[in-house]
């Protein structure tokens, strides 16, 4: 019993550390602009997608997997170029109905693209299992959460010791205190949707080894990315990794316990569990306004 825990904790924080980067995605562009992106699915998407086209054109597998990333960071960038920025006097329920619409767009032009096949990409170091006890896990794993622990600690770092991530930090705070100060608002935006995709994308390439891809294969990957962040905190960027963690070991945990036709079932449960007993999440900060 001991050692089928071991191996659903292991499957857990593998899927976790997927959900995490989805969330920490949600988390900025919340933090950013008050804005639920939901588009975001669509980047992971699209990052696995570009990657097999590249291989698929003869790229090397190192470049296909750097030139997936600078595609969907540039689908990113042209999101809140060319669809959020012109609805930017608009209501927040306005701008979420946009990055909707965006995601059903992005997902129409990747069937047109590249049709309804399921794809995979190539494991990043060979598919020999390794043993942990009697529990056994890919060496994909260990990219997956080795790269997730390094992505996370780059962004907490970015944010906390770089300028730029200072003045997005203080976009968040106060667009208009920001903007009197001499930031430029929509840049510290449009670099907040470009950094969003660009962890969607590796979230893409770390999964599609294990998981496969295909067009529609950001639905549910964004849904569960923003339960990671409804989960741990929409407003913490770090609550959300923590919550897509959780998420991942509470989801494995359940399917391999109970039964895997309600693994979905029991993630989503949580989450309204959550919402009714602290809507601002596990280690979101409550918010009051001065009335």
């Known amino acids: 019993m001991l050692d089928q825990i071991l191996q659903f904790l292991i499957t857990g924080i593998t899927v976790g550390s997927t959900y995490a980067l989805v969330g920490l995605g949600f988390a900025i562009i919340y933090n950013a602009s008050g ?29 296909a997997l750097l030139g ?18 012109p609805a930017r006097g608009a209501t927040v329920i306005t701008t979420i109905i946009i990055t909707i619409g965006a995601a059903i767009f992005l997902r129409g032009a990747a069937l047109l693209i590249w049709g309804k096949d399921i794809f995979a990409l190539p494991h990043f170091s060979g598919e020999q299992p390794l043993h942990v006890g009697s529990a056994t896990l890919l060496p994909q794993n260990l990219w997956v959460m080795g ?12 944010f906390d010791r770089t300028l730029m991530g200072k003045a997005i930090l203080a976009c968040a705070c106060n667009k208009s205190a920001a903007q009197l100060m001499g930031i ?8 907040s949707y470009g950094l969003s995709a660009c962890l969607g994308a590796v979230a893409g390439l770390l999964v599609a080894p294990i998981a496969f891809t295909s067009y529609d294969a950001g639905i549910m990957l964004g849904l569960k990315g923003f339960s990671a962040a409804i989960l ?31 693994k979905d079932a029991i993630a989503f449960s949580i989450i309204l569990l959550v919402l009714v007993l602290k809507p601002s999440g596990l280690f979101g900060r409550e918010a009051a306004d001065r009335v």
């Open 147 to 158: 790269i997730t622990a390094v992505m996370v600690l780059a962004v907490r770092w970015f």
């Open 68 to 85: 997936a990333v600078v595609i969907t960071t540039c689908v990113g960038l042209a999101l809140d170029k060319f669809a959020i920025e």
């Open 184 to 191: 430029n608002v929509s840049l510290m935006l449009l670099i």
């Open 35 to 63: 804005v639920v992106n939901f588009a975001q699915g669509e980047f992971v998407m699209i990052g696995a997608m570009s990657a097999v086209w590249l291989l698929a054109t003869g790229a090397p597998y190192p470049l």
């Open 232 to 262: 741990g905190g929409m407003g913490s960027p770090m609550g959300a990794v923590a919550g897509g963690l959780l998420l991942g070991v509470l989801e494995s945990l359940g399917a391999g316990l109970i039964s895997s036709g309600y």
